[in-house]
C-alpha cells in the first residue's frame, strides 16, 4: 500500500527524526556508537559523474557514513528531500521547503558535441533545423527533455521530431559521442580533455545550456551532516562556475 500525502508528510519527519537521533545519540537507540551512520543523498546524473563523489570523498574516508547516492533527473530530486527520503538534494529549485535550506552550488554547463567524423557525415552542410532532425542524439531517460528543450530554444526543433536513443549513464553520453554514434548534451566539465585534444567538437559554437544547480539540505543538522553539506558546498564553489 502506498501512503498518504499526509503519510509521507509523517514518514518524511520519522526519517528525520531518527536519523538525527542515530547521529547525535546512538546510546538511546541502544546502537553501537561505531555503526556507520546511513545517509540518503538525491543527485542527479551528471553532478554524480562529475564532482559529487570528489566533494565527498574526505567525509567519506574520515567518518564512518554508509551513503546512499539515489539517481533522479535534476527537476525530479527535490521530491525526495520533500518525502524525507533523503537528508539532501541536488535541484534545479532556488526557494527552500519548509524545514530545509537551499544554498546555491553553481552552473552546469552543458556543450553540444560530437566526434569529428560524425559532425562530417551529418552537418556537413551546417548545423540547422534540417540537418539536426536527421541525427540521432541522445537522452538520459523518457523524463530528460535537456536535448529536446536545447534544439528547440535555439534552432526552433520540434521536441517529437528528434531521433533520440535512451541511455541511462552519463558515462555513456561521452562514450556514444566518442565512438561517432550520436551527438549529446554534455557537461563541460566532464569532457575537458576531450575538447582540448579534438577527439570531440563542439557543433553549436556560442550556444550553451547552463542551469543553475542548488543544495537542499535539513535545517537541522550537525556532526556528519552537517559536514557533508559543508563539503558539498565548498567544493562546487571552488569547481563549478558561478
Given at each position: 500500500p502506498r501512503p498518504t500525502p499526509a503519510g509521507k508528510k509523517l514518514l518524511g519527519l520519522y526519517r528525520?527524526?531518527?536519523?538525527?537521533e542515530h547521529e547525535l545519540v546512538p546510546e538511546l537507540m541502544n546502537e553501537d556508537g561505531n555503526q556507520p551512520l546511513s545517509i540518503s543523498i538525491a543527485t542527479n546524473a551528471d553532478?554524480?559523474?562529475?564532482?559529487?563523489?570528489?566533494?565527498?570523498?574526505?567525509?567519506?574516508?574520515?567518518?564512518?557514513?554508509?551513503?546512499n547516492l539515489a539517481i533522479h533527473g535534476e527537476s525530479r530530486t527535490i521530491e525526495?528531500?520533500?518525502?524525507?527520503?533523503?537528508?539532501?538534494?541536488?535541484?534545479l529549485e532556488s526557494q527552500a521547503i519548509p524545514g530545509c535550506s537551499a544554498d546555491y552550488l553553481g552552473r552546469?554547463?552543458?556543450?553540444?558535441?560530437?566526434?569529428?567524423?560524425?559532425?562530417?557525415?551529418?552537418f556537413s552542410e551546417g548545423v540547422n533545423y534540417t540537418t539536426l532532425?536527421?541525427?540521432?542524439?541522445?537522452?538520459y531517460d523518457q523524463y530528460d527533455d535537456l536535448h529536446k528543450k536545447f534544439l528547440h530554444d535555439h534552432f526552433n526543433v520540434p521536441r517529437d521530431s528528434v531521433i533520440?536513443?535512451?541511455?541511462?549513464?552519463?558515462e555513456a553520453f561521452v562514450r556514444l559521442a566518442l565512438s561517432g554514434v550520436a551527438y549529446c548534451l554534455i557537461p563541460r566539465l566532464?569532457?575537458?580533455?576531450?575538447?582540448?585534444?579534438?577527439?570531440?567538437?563542439?557543433?553549436?559554437?556560442?550556444?550553451?545550456?547552463?542551469?543553475?544547480i542548488y543544495w537542499h539540505h535539513w535545517q537541522l543538522e550537525s556532526g556528519v551532516l552537517k559536514e557533508i553539506s559543508?563539503?558539498?558546498?565548498?567544493?562546487?564553489?571552488?569547481?563549478?562556475?558561478?
Open positions: 528525520r527524526v531518527r536519523l538525527l553532478s554524480l559523474a562529475t564532482w559529487l563523489l570528489p566533494a565527498l570523498s574526505d567525509v567519506m574516508k574520515l567518518r564512518q557514513v554508509e551513503l525526495k528531500i520533500k518525502s524525507g527520503e533523503v537528508a539532501g538534494a541536488i535541484s552546469m554547463d552543458y556543450v553540444c558535441v560530437a566526434s569529428p567524423d560524425f559532425h562530417q557525415r551529418y532532425r536527421k541525427a540521432p542524439a541522445v537522452s533520440n536513443h535512451t541511455v541511462g549513464s552519463s566532464q569532457i575537458i580533455e576531450e575538447l582540448e585534444s579534438g577527439s570531440l567538437i563542439d557543433i553549436t559554437p556560442g550556444f550553451l545550456l547552463s542551469y543553475r559543508q563539503a558539498i558546498l565548498s567544493f562546487a564553489h571552488e569547481h563549478l562556475p558561478q
